[in-house]
Every structure is written in C-alpha cells, then in structure tokens.
C-alpha cells in the first residue's frame, strides 16, 4: 500500500500554490531590475544623445537602438516605465500569496488577462524589433523572458484551481501541460533562439 502511495504521489506534480509566489518574487526582481537598467539608460540617452549602453555588444545586440526607435515607446511613453509599474506589482502579490492571502477568482481571471496582454505586448515589440529595427535589446528579451515564464506559470496555476477550465474534450490538456511544464517551456525558448539565429545568420554566421 506505501509503495503505490508513493508511486502516485511521485506521478502528482507538486500544487503550484507553493510555487507560484516564489515565481512571481524571483522573476518580478528580475524584470524590475532590467526595466531599472533600460530607463536609466533612456535617461542617459534624453541628456546625452550619444551615450552608448552597456549592453549595446554588437550591431545585432544593441540597446541602443531599440532604446532611439519609436518602436520602443507606446503613446510617446517608453516601454522601460511601464515595467517598472508592471513588476512592482507582481513582486507585490507573490510576498502578498507568501503571507498566506487567500484572493478571489475574479482577481486571478484579471492576472490572466493582464499576464496574457503583457505577453502579447513582448512578442509585439519583439517582432518589431527583429524585422524593423534589426536589433534585439538583451534587456528586453530579459523582460520577455520573464513574462512568458509568469504567463506560463500562471496559466498552470488557475487550470490547476478550476478557475479556468476546459471543454470535455479538451480536459486532459492542462495535466498534460502540468505534467511536462518544463519540457514545453524550454521548447519555446528554443524556437525563440532558433528563430533569431535564422533571422540574423547574416551577421552570425561571420563570425563561425
């Protein structure tokens, strides 16, 4: 009888209720400080138009590129700002679930929608970013990084609390997305490497 039990509780992945805050501090500090760094960099740039960022590495790998671009700015306001907001926030309601809140399911709906748009918003600046300014910002793809690890995590979690469901047919999808979480996450990053690598092979591929 211990060894079945053991058996299933090794086949039930751990509940993300545990997790999920600890996701949300560590990768909250880490977009914060990135958007820390870009709008330093931004002030840097309104006083001295010809400061280079630190991590302005290469032709490909510049942020100050991305920084100058009107791509990089929503409403004339930079994408950095909006980061600091955004960050702040989610690093809030991980130390807010770490102290044992309870919140409501229209709350976690409204972190969905928010997580949700906050992606769509990355891959946005981020295609920009490759097919028309031609450079990718190190910080931004941080930033990208992190929210699609949070929207990931964040999707597991309200699938795994019922608060989103799924048609009948479709209801052994969220435990095959929990069971291989990991694997789906790293094939992403992958087909986001692969993708930039193709796109700028031009200059890469030089230098092989």
């Known amino acids: 009888m211990a060894t079945k039990q053991s058996v299933k509780n090794q086949k039930t992945p751990r509940s993300l209720a545990k997790i999920l805050p600890y996701i949300l501090v560590v990768g909250g500090i880490i977009g914060l400080t990135s958007s820390f760094i870009l709008t330093y960099d931004q002030i840097k740039i309104w006083e001295n138009p010809s400061y280079q960022p630190t991590c302005s590495l290469n032709p490909i790998l510049n942020c ?37 809140a309870k919140l409501k399911r229209w709350f976690w709906l409204g972190l969905q929608a928010g997580a949700i748009g ?39 979690y309200n699938f795994e609390q019922k608060i989103l469901t799924m048609p009948r047919k479709l209801q052994k999808v969220p435990a095959f997305m929990r069971r291989h ?19 700028f092979w031009y200059y890469y591929g030089k230098q092989l």
């Open 64 to 100: 100050g590129s991305v920084i100058d671009s009107g791509q990089g700015k929503v409403f004339g306001i930079p994408g950095p700002f909006f980061g600091l907001i955004t960050f702040s926030v989610l690093i809030t309601i991980g130390v807010v679930l770490l102290a044992g």
């Open 181 to 199: 979480h990991l694997d789906i996450l790293i094939f992403w990053f992958l087909l986001v490497v692969a993708f930039i690598l193709k796109h």
């Open 118 to 156: 906050g992606f769509g918003f990355g891959l946005w600046l981020f295609l920009l970013s490759v097919f028309r300014i031609n450079a990718l910002c190190p910080f931004c793809l941080t930033v990208d990084a992190v929210v699609a690890i949070m929207l990931w995590y964040i999707t597991l």
